[in-house]
């Protein structure tokens, strides 16, 4: 999935800006004189100072018994009682995680603990690899003995996990996976022939990792004697190649990326018997142009559950396989005429007879209840809104929990339903808003970060039958006056129905005084991909949401139309712009436009767009295909052909470029450059393993061949979330010159 925000450690530090050295001054029009005095917002208070940065809590696990809780307080691991809230004891010490002959403690980045709680994994000097995945040094602590070992000498690890009984510990290191006996800390390979850009075991490929978000790609039994994973050939997945620029030779750094109609790797499930140090190899069937997104086991011994989904996505199985001998029954199947959304949904009962999975088989995404053989018991949820996530099922006393847009697409409750489908609830407080929640394992309690469009988020303890607060853990009071004290304004949502007789949702963030009679400049901002969503009653990250409101600060009204393509109302919405991506959102957008310009406020001769990733998309194929609506565009790091963008996710949507090549030739800004005619600048860091810089490089090179002015900027070594050290800031800082000027 394309994302603004994704680690590439390789390329993500560097150093060196072009096509502005030096620091160039934010050119800012005399603020407008308001009622009350207000502090201006700068571009530091976004990037240098974190003025506007919600705090949160951090580093939270819940301690088996229900009662407690624990986090990490200044390198040390503290139990808090969840009624209070209170620290009641400190767990490790930091003087407890320094090693044997190390004069400090180790930093830590993460901690875990086993099923007794009696062992901790430590992990430190994290490094990130892409978007999920990490290498790290692990560490064991032991709480009875106070002994703190390092997990293996053999170099840094990734993943490291518990077994359930905590005896072991499973990890990869270098494509291969090992076990580790907590007894004798004997390190045993359970692989050998993993190779670099050639074959991985447990651990997904960059493609999996990107779109099925498979880092981890192992699991342990339940009853901790075998370890399922996943292998992953990737000999015959073409190399891409990116250069780290600095030294007076660029490096090379060459990874496996299979773009949209190019051979992906082959996978095999395995499964390895810990006693008998054996490998028995579980049937996924004879076609190994497929993907297995997820692998997880049932409540019942020897008996693996595997997902399975064919390779344009429309298709997606369940197998169950036994371990013993390799074979493997296929006991569900979800099909639909687009795709089938991957999820982590599906959960086995400790009753070992039934599961329970998401589906949209009937327009919106439900909860299902199915037993052993895929044979329906029960629909647990039904109606026009869709579950946006279920959190579990509470079996002691039969209920399921998950989170909905019931109430409205643009927003996110918590709500309960017993296994029968009835008596459902909604916990927690009435009201608008957005709630994300972690569940205690025992569903007695859960931590509730509440947040709405003009409100940060309050975290919260609250009791998991009624939703009733416990207590607040992090109000953001701090913040909600600094927020006064600057002048932000709410926003304001809006929904109009274009000429097509689509209803579309936004918002705009407008000046905290309007003159009558004066018309302003409009920013409109996108997304717009697949099932994702913009338009919402939740804070919003500061990197935008506050950037938009200096913006209004200056005399801008932002707006955000989600068009159709994206989420929360239901699968026709979202799967109508299948194997055509980009042409309706597009119109869809120049409606926006249109409806946005016939505002008593607007200046429809001074709009603008904006887009990053799938956004970037979006506003290159605006500025061209729209180019009469448009003053002034920004693309960051835009696809500008599907054909450059990688398979899972290209051909979900748009099917293979053999088989849909329309899809991909018809909507891309390459084959509209001519049509360009505002203000235009595009953005790419040249270390983006994500989307590739030869996106805009292609994309450069048709407008050049059509004689079209416009602006660039690339940031060397940079990763598609565009940043460290001051490089947000000059990003931010060269976006805001360029609408000052041009918009």
Known sequence: MIHPFKTFQTFGLAAGLLFSAAPAAVLLPAAPAVAQQRQNITLEDLWVKGTFAARSVQGFNWMRDGRYYSALDKGEVVQHDVTTGQATQTLVSSQQLRPAGAEQPISVDGYEFNADEQKMLFSTATEPIYRRSTRANYFVYDRAAQKLLPLSSGGKQS?????PDGRRVAFMRQNNMYVVDLQTMQETPITTDGQI?????????????EEFEVSRAFKWSPDSKQLAYISFDESRVPEYNLQEWGPLYPKDYRYKYPKAGEPNSIVTVSVYDVEGKRTTKMDIGSETDQYIPRLMWTQTPGLLSIQRTNRLQNKLELLHG?????????V???????YVDVTDDLRYLKNGKQFVVTSERDGYRHIYLFDMKGKLVQQLTKGAWEVSEFVGVDEAKGQAYYLSAEASPLQRHLYRVDLKGKNKTRLGEAGNGTDVVNMSPDFRYYLNYHSAADEPQTVSLRNGQDGKLVKVLEDNAKLKQRMQEYGFVPQETFSFKTSEGVTLNGCTIKPATMEAGKKYPVLTFLYGGPGSQKVLDKWNSVDYYTWFQMLAQQ????????NRGTGGRGAEF???????MGKLETIDQGEAVKYLGA???????????FGWSYGGYL?????????????????VAPVTNWRYYDTIYSERYLKTPQDNAAGYDDNSPVQFANLLKGKYLLVHGTGDDNVHFQNSVAFTDALVKANKDFEQLYYPNRNHGIYGGNTRLHLFRQMTNFLLQNL
């Open 159 to 163: 993943y490291a996990t518990f077994s």
């Open 197 to 209: 850009n050639k074959l991985i075991h447990g651990g997904g490929d960059w493609v999996y990792e």
């Open 574 to 580: 979202k799967k109508c712009t299948y194997a055509q």
């Open 332 to 338: 569900w199947t979800d099909t639909d005429k687009a």
């Open 322 to 330: 036994n371990t013993a001998t390799g074979k493997t029954d296929v």
């Open 619 to 635: 506003a290159a194929l605006a500025m061209t295909k729209n180019a009469d609506l448009y003053k002034a565009g920004i693309s």
């Open 555 to 562: 005399g801008y009204v932002v707006a955000i139309v989600d």
């Open 599 to 609: 505002q008593p406020w607007a200046d429809k001769g001074r709009i603008g767009i």
